[in-house]
């Protein structure tokens, strides 16, 4: 088992930047792929960001590259999304999901991941 709790969300003015958290608790937190999601009111849980155990590969949804920076720390157990130049399209609910036996690779499926953190909302105004 393991459990996912983000923090850092707020509400922010376009063009500013915010870092989300996600820290795990839990056994072989190194292992896992973990994953970055957000969901806007009315809206399907979309991914956003993505990287495999080691922080050697990442990958973005189109929408966010060259804005977004996910990283991780595996010896704090934590997974970071650094987000910059935000803009009010952006504004959402976002999560943090992990995938144990991973395989050395990212996962880009809301359905490859069996864990999910409860959420931290980000606003962003025009």
């Known amino acids: 088992q393991v459990q996912l709790v983000e923090s850092g969300g707020g509400l922010v003015q376009a063009g500013g930047s915010l870092r989300l958290s996600c820290a795990a608790s839990?056994?072989?937190?190194?292992?896992?792929?973990m994953g970055w999601f957000r969901q806007a009111p009315g809206k399907e849980r979309q991914y956003v960001a993505a990287i495999n155990w080691n922080g050697g590969t990442t990958h973005y949804t189109d929408s966010v590259k060259g804005r977004f920076t996910i990283s991780r720390d595996n010896a704090k157990n934590t997974v970071y999304l650094q987000m910059n130049s935000l803009k009010p399209e952006d504004t959402a609910v976002y999560y943090c999901a992990a995938k144990y036996y991973s395989g050395g690779y990212y996962y880009y499926l809301k359905n490859d991941y069996s864990y999910w953190g409860q959420g931290t909302q980000v606003t962003v105004s025009s």
């Open positions: 839990g056994r072989a937190f190194s292992s896992c792929a």
